[in-house]
């Protein structure tokens, strides 16, 4: 059975950094794809960062490009979400999700836009405010 935790969220002022981990068990974390998500107050989750193991693609999300970065440690089977730069409008709650129906016919942005994902974590707050 897939398990993923999240953790690292918390307060930060704007321009700080925070890294979040999501730390699977069940499966191998370098064969499928993950993706974060990030939802804020009232809103649907957001596609910010989806990676996929069939070609090694990367698809960030306009508003967190060049800030925002997902490495992997696949020993421990753990996903980060290196986050530099945050702004007032990263305010969220963050999930990491893994799917391994979809990711060999579904390039990774799509699987972020249209959240093709079957295991999804508890999520973690970020809260950024000065």
């Known amino acids: 059975q897939v398990h993923l935790v999240e953790s690292g969220g918390g307060l930060v002022q704007p321009g700080g950094s925070l890294r979040l981990s999501c730390a699977a068990s069940?499966?191998?974390?370098?064969?499928?794809?993950i993706g974060w998500f990030r939802q804020a107050p009232g809103k649907e989750p957001e596609g910010i960062a989806c990676?996929?193991?069939?070609?090694?693609?990367?698809y960030y999300a306009d508003s967190i490009k060049g800030r925002f970065t997902t490495p992997r440690d696949i020993a421990s089977h753990t996903v980060y979400l290196q986050m530099n730069g945050l702004k007032p409008s990263d305010t969220g709650i963050y999930y990491c999700?893994?799917?391994?129906?979809?990711?060999?016919?579904?390039?990774?942005?799509?699987?972020?836009?249209?959240?093709?994902?079957?295991?999804w974590g508890q999520g973690t707050q970020v809260t950024v405010a000065s």
């Open positions: 999700a893994r799917d391994v129906e979809n990711f060999r016919t579904t390039p990774a942005q799509q699987l972020c836009a249209r959240r093709l994902f079957d295991s």
């Open positions: 069940g499966f191998i974390a370098d064969y499928g794809a």
């Open positions: 990676v996929s193991s069939n070609d090694g693609n990367i």
